[in-house]
């Protein structure tokens, strides 16, 4: 384990989607106090697992990254080599880790750390308490932090796990027009809203707008290409709704992919339901709205932004309204555009440094237990393939690493099944569900 912070630190990310292993991987570097850190990747195996495309587009790089069960990953933890563990995944996964490496019974065990990828608003209690547990458990804001804490205190969890800090992929330079530029962005989301018709009108008033404004450059950022999963699952593609829409595209509207961070360099005004996004444009001082067009509703994610300044419709901007936000609430959540980013990280990185440098660390105690809630946690850890003391559930034992011409089959056999898979969720299921409709 270092002793000084100039000392090389390793440190192991897991995650489960492409945003996951953006947020863990940066975290990881943001909150390790050394000039020098070994960054190993693992991406856990499962639906939303990235490909080659999502993982470049990210542009997060690690010293080494790999694909790994959660037993497998345990197995690579179980050497004691690792100073700090970063789990980038949803709760249930965090709750199956922390039990998996509190059965593992290391003698000085890492330091864990987790949190979340963006804006937090739906299953803030359950989410929280399959989190606690952690030795930190990020707060991207001052906001969230005081959530967190009155969580854990209204169960009678320690809530000194709870540290603030900030998203780390905020950056970029601040906004300048440009003579000549005015670029529309719409942020889309996988999942936010789901409903067809939902989706088809944002894309009929995106359209629309710019039908209205033939010299704005409008753009649909895109998420994932069709068949590629992301953090939340997408049944149905912009890009699929947008073939069928009557009249076609105009010629100054055009569907993008990329780096959030590059389309954003270019952008004069985002536009988005509740995205991530909007956060990073605030930043940046990009002019941004949050659309109240389907209503401000906690399934949309667009209550987080109440008393934000951000709120507007597709109507208002149609006409030219350009939101103003409030510094208050900027400041709240963590997106003001100064050198207060910068410190964000300091509490985080201090609490890390004193963890790695006590001489001995408390044993990792989650909240849930075997017998705190015995109807809810070993079903969750048994989908997760561990048994309710944490260990490896019988026939999870380690398998050959595939060489050759057994990955060749192994990773044909998992793209079939990926392709039966989201056959189902985005051509089977949807009919499924008109029909129990009717």
Do not use: C
């Not at 073939?243 to 780096?259: A, E, I, M």
């Not at 667009?302 to 409030?326: A, E, Y």
């Amino acid at each position: 384990m270092p002793t000084r912070t100039n000392e090389a630190v390793r440190a192991a990310v897991l995650a489960d989607s492409d945003t996951r292993w953006k947020w863990g991987a940066l975290t990881a570097r943001r909150i390790t106090p050394s000039t020098s850190v070994e960054l190993s990747g693992f991406l856990l195996r499962g639906r939303a697992t990235p490909t080659p495309r999502q993982l470049a587009e990210v542009g997060v790089a690690a010293d080494d990254l790999r694909e790994v069960t959660g037993n497998g990953f345990l197995r690579e933890i179980a050497d004691g080599s690792y100073d700090i563990v970063v789990l980038a995944l949803v709760g249930g996964g965090v709750q199956a880790m922390l039990h998996g490496l509190a059965a593992l019974g290391l003698a000085r065990r890492p330091v864990v750390v987790t949190g979340y990828v963006g804006v937090v608003y739906e299953k803030l209690s359950d989410g929280l308490l399959l989190r606690h547990g952690a030795d930190v458990v990020l707060a991207n804001s001052r906001h969230d932090a005081e959530r967190f804490r009155a969580v854990y205190r209204g169960v009678g969890a320690d809530p000194a796990a709870v540290t603030e800090a900030a998203l780390p992929f905020l950056g970029g330079a601040p906004h300048s027009p440009e003579e000549g530029r005015d670029t529309v962005v719409f942020a889309a989301q996988p999942s936010v809203p789901d409903s067809r018709a939902d989706r088809t009108y944002l894309l009929r008033r995106l359209v629309e707008h710019a039908r209205l404004h033939p010299g704005r450059e409008v753009l649909l950022k895109l998420r994932s290409r069709p068949g590629e999963h992301t953090t939340h699952l997408e049944e149905l593609p912009y890009q699929k709704l947008a073939q069928k829409l009557p009249g076609g595209l105009p010629p100054n509207f055009r569907l993008v992919y990329g780096n959030m961070g590059e389309v954003l360099d270019r952008t004069d005004l985002l536009v988005t339901v509740s995205s991530t996004a909007a956060l990073e444009s605030l930043h940046r001082s990009i002019p941004t709205a949050v659309l109240t067009d389907l209503g401000v509703r906690e399934p949309l994610g667009n209550h987080h932004f109440l008393g934000s300044g951000l709120l507007t419709s597709w109507d208002r901007l149609d006409g030219g309204h350009r939101p103003v936000p409030d510094p208050d609430w900027l400041a709240r959540q963590g997106v003001a555009a100064d050198g207060a980013y910068e410190r964000a990280f300091d509490e985080a990185r201090h609490r890390v440094a004193e963890l790695l440098l006590a001489a001995e660390r408390p044993p990792l105690a989650p909240y849930y237990t075997p017998a705190t809630a015995p109807g809810y946690l070993p079903p969750l850890l048994a989908r997760h393939h561990l048994a309710p003391d944490g260990t490896p559930l019988p026939g999870t034992a380690p398998a050959a690493a595939p060489t050759g011409i057994r990955r060749v089959v192994r990773e044909a056999v998992r793209e079939a099944a990926r392709g039966a898979y989201r056959h189902g969720v985005q051509r089977v299921a949807p009919v499924i569900r008109r029909m129990g409709e009717l």
